[in-house]
């Protein structure tokens, strides 16, 4: 029987690895995929049926492929940057979208999310005044560490830790140079526990649909701690909902959220949650892969629905989600990759077998050349895997079992590979 959606067009903006599970799903359908990103050779174009280059971030150029393939729905792939190019686009043709110029005026740019939040009690990390002209009052009042961020730009792109004025300053450059709004803040420098806060929204409601801890690499000092992976349920899931869950809510609904899937980022410190970051899209951390294990849902399939008919379809999120994952732990494993090129990877020949794995997105294979300017942002991922178990000593076992079977080696036999996280201290097994 043929699909629903069987010759429909669907344009998908963004073309990075964690694009193509996005593509393949939409292929499987029948739907003839057109992807559209400003970089020529982005591996999500491989899959696509139809795939364009775009210079920066023209819309018109956007407009333009989507009204010559008469195209039956818009979706934004893995990449905040393109958010709001996508609720233009939908705009101007009147097809579906999830978001609305005021949500995307509050996500897209990092101060004017954070100012929102404060207004419904939602925290943001502690900031200090400066701007580009460097003010000496300003400067003085800095307490260091601090962390460099540009304000429209995710990933760890951009993004510099300071011990000093001469690293500020630098750091300051860094940022303007990714910021395409040429603006930055500087945070205190937040050394602490992080978690991720995944939302799912349909039709007005939303649910929690995963509360997890996020565990960051310390081997790369003055750059961006990137992701090492993350554990499912979080340790602070009742204390999270006591406390922020209800202020989260009631922004979701000041700002007019009524479809989509959201992601906030924070850290917990001595009983306070902070966010940091927001991303109204598709996460590249991929938690809607651990909820279609375990709740048999698919985020993805919801949001090709509705860019193809306003509607992600007749699930019934009160029933099918469950933030305590019905009693199952949960794990992502990222390994990550220093500076060079890649000669050999043991390891993950084992994984098809292992049904505690239900995933595995590969960015990078042997012969590829991790680059000087990856490190430090999620360039430098080699694989994010997937697990769900029984119970968290299986969990354990099994992050253990990869993390010491897995081996990356460049040319000269050195390892690649930084060092995981400690999931012992992880879940609170010592």
Same mark, same amino acid.
């Given at each position: 029987?043929?699909?629903?959606?069987?010759?429909?067009?669907?344009?998908?903006?963004?073309?990075?690895?964690?694009?193509?599970?996005?593509?393949?799903?939409?292929?499987?359908?029948?739907?003839?995929?057109?992807?559209?990103?400003?970089?020529?050779?982005?591996?999500?174009?491989?899959?696509?049926?139809?795939?364009?280059?775009?210079?920066?971030?023209?819309?018109?150029?956007?407009?333009?492929?989507?009204?010559?393939?008469?195209?039956?729905?818009?979706?934004?792939?893995?990449?905040?940057?393109?958010?709001?190019?996508?609720?233009?686009?939908?705009?101007?043709?009147?097809?579906?979208?999830?978001?609305?110029?005021?949500?995307?005026?509050?996500?897209?740019?990092?101060?004017?999310?954070?100012?929102?939040?404060?207004?419904?009690?939602?925290?943001?990390?502690?900031?200090?005044?400066?701007?580009?002209?460097?003010?000496?009052?300003?400067?003085?009042?800095?307490?260091?560490?601090?962390?460099?961020?540009?304000?429209?730009?995710?990933?760890?792109?951009?993004?510099?830790?300071?011990?000093?004025?001469?690293?500020?300053?630098?750091?300051?450059?860094?940022?303007?140079?990714?910021?395409?709004?040429?603006?930055?803040?500087?945070?205190?420098?937040?050394?602490?526990?992080?978690?991720?806060?995944?939302?799912?929204?349909?039709?007005?409601?939303?649910?929690?649909?995963?509360?997890?801890?996020?565990?960051?690499?310390?081997?790369?000092?003055?750059?961006?701690?990137?992701?090492?992976?993350?554990?499912?349920?979080?340790?602070?899931?009742?204390?999270?909902?006591?406390?922020? *869950?209800?202020?989260?809510?009631? &922004?979701?609904?000041? #700002? $007019?959220? %009524?479809?989509? !899937? +959201?992601?906030?980022?924070?850290?917990?410190?001595?009983?306070?949650?902070?966010?940091?970051?927001?991303?109204?899209?598709?996460?590249?951390?991929?938690?809607?892969?651990?909820?279609?294990?375990?709740?048999?849902?698919?985020?993805?399939?919801?949001?090709?629905?509705?860019?193809?008919?306003?509607?992600?379809?007749?699930?019934?999120?009160?029933?099918?989600?469950?933030?305590?994952?019905?009693?199952?732990?949960?794990?992502?494993?990222?390994?990550?990759?220093?500076?060079?090129?890649?000669?050999?990877?043991?390891?993950?020949?084992?994984?098809?077998?292992?049904?505690?794995?239900?995933?595995?997105?590969?960015?990078? *294979?042997?012969?590829?050349?991790? &680059?000087?300017?990856? #490190? $430090?942002? %999620?360039?430098? !991922? +080699?694989?994010?895997?997937?697990?769900?178990?029984?119970?968290?000593?299986?969990?354990?076992?099994?992050?253990?079992?990869?993390?010491?079977?897995?081996?990356?080696?460049?040319?000269?036999?050195?390892?690649?590979?930084?060092?995981?996280?400690?999931?012992?201290?992880?879940?609170?097994?010592?």
């Amino acid at each position: 029987m043929k699909s629903e959606f069987e010759g429909k067009k669907l344009l998908i903006l963004g073309g990075n690895p964690e694009t193509i599970p996005l593509v393949e799903i939409a292929n499987s359908w029948g739907i003839k995929t057109i992807v559209a990103s400003a970089r020529e050779n982005d591996a999500a174009k491989a899959y696509a049926w139809k795939k364009y280059t775009f210079e920066g971030l023209d819309t018109d150029a956007v407009i333009k492929i989507a009204k010559d393939e008469n195209v039956d729905g818009v979706l934004v792939g893995v990449a905040d940057i393109l958010v709001p190019m996508y609720c233009k686009v939908c705009d101007t043709l009147g097809l579906p979208c999830y978001a609305t110029q005021k949500i995307v005026d509050v996500f897209s740019f990092k101060d004017v999310f954070k100012a929102t939040c404060e207004r419904y009690g939602v925290h943001g990390i502690p900031e200090y005044k400066l701007d580009a002209d460097m003010k000496a009052e300003d400067l003085a009042a800095i307490k260091y560490p601090v962390m460099v961020k540009p304000v429209d730009n995710g990933g760890g792109v951009g993004m510099t830790v300071a011990y000093n004025e001469d690293e500020l300053r630098k750091g300051v450059e860094v940022a303007l140079e990714h910021s395409h709004s040429k603006r930055f803040i500087v945070e205190r420098y937040m050394q602490c526990d992080d978690m991720g806060m995944y939302y799912t929204f349909k039709d007005g409601y939303c649910s929690a649909s995963c509360i997890y801890d996020r565990y960051t690499t310390d081997e790369q000092p003055g750059l961006s701690r990137v992701c090492l992976g993350g554990t499912y349920p979080s340790k602070h899931l009742d204390e999270y909902f006591e406390k922020m *869950h209800p202020n989260a809510l009631k &922004l979701f609904k000041e #700002i $007019g959220i %009524e479809n989509g !899937v +959201l992601m906030l980022s924070g850290f917990y410190e001595n009983g306070e949650f902070y966010v940091y970051d927001t991303g109204f899209r598709l996460q590249g951390e991929a938690p809607h892969l651990l909820m279609k294990a375990i709740h048999g849902f698919d985020q993805r399939e919801m949001l090709i629905r509705f860019a193809l008919t306003g509607s992600e379809g007749d699930i019934d999120l009160e029933k099918e989600d469950d933030t305590k994952l019905r009693g199952k732990w949960a794990a992502t494993l990222w390994f990550l990759l220093k500076q060079g090129k890649i000669a050999k990877i043991e390891g993950l020949d084992e994984l098809d077998k292992d049904e505690r794995v239900v995933a595995n997105i590969v960015r990078l *294979h042997e012969g590829d050349t991790v &680059l000087p300017e990856w #490190i $430090g942002n %999620e360039k430098q !991922v +080699l694989t994010r895997m997937y697990l769900v178990c029984d119970s968290k000593a299986g969990l354990a076992e099994a992050l253990k079992h990869y993390m010491d079977t897995v081996k990356v080696l460049d040319e000269n036999g050195n390892n690649l590979l930084l060092k995981g996280f400690d999931v012992d201290k992880a879940l609170e097994l010592s």
